[in-house]
C-alpha cells in the first residue's frame, strides 16, 4: 500500500494514477477528515505501508513514523520554494525527495528506487 500525504485531492488522485495499479491512501485535510497525521499513524500501524509521499508542510522529521513502521520508506514532495525543507527530510532520513510538479516518470522511478 501507498499512502500519498498531501494538501490536493488532484495531487494524491493523479499520483494514484502514476503509480500504475499500486493500492494508495489519501490523508489530506479538509473539513471532514480528522488530523491526517493521526491517521497516517493509523494507517502504519495497522496496514502494510510500503511508501509514503509526504508534503514538508505535514512534516520534515519521518523518524516518528519510520519507528512505528521501519520497512516503510518516506518520500518528500518538495514544490518550488520548499526545496530547504526537502534536504531537510532527507537529512531526517527520508529516502528520496520528488519535486513539484511531478511527472509519471518522476514518480514511477522514485518508487522503483524506494520499493527495492
Request: aromatic share 10%; glycine share 6%; with cysteine.
Amino acid at each position: 500500500m501507498i499512502a500519498i500525504v498531501c494538501r490536493s485531492s488532484y495531487l494524491a488522485s493523479t499520483m494514484s494514477a502514476m503509480l500504475c495499479g499500486e493500492r494508495s491512501m489519501w490523508f489530506g485535510t479538509d473539513d471532514t477528515m480528522p488530523d491526517p497525521r493521526r491517521r497516517l499513524s493509523d494507517a502504519l500501524v495497522k496496514n502494510r505501508v510500503s511508501v509514503v509521499f509526504y508534503e514538508p508542510s505535514f512534516f520534515v522529521d519521518p523518524a516518528p513514523y519510520r519507528k512505528m513502521s521501519p520497512s516503510t520508506r518516506f518520500v518528500v514532495l518538495a514544490g518550488p520554494g520548499e526545496e530547504s525543507f526537502g534536504r531537510d527530510a532527507l537529512a531526517f532520513g527520508a529516502a528520496a525527495m520528488l519535486a513539484k510538479p511531478v511527472d509519471t516518470g518522476a514518480v514511477n522511478g522514485v518508487f522503483q528506487l524506494v520499493s527495492v
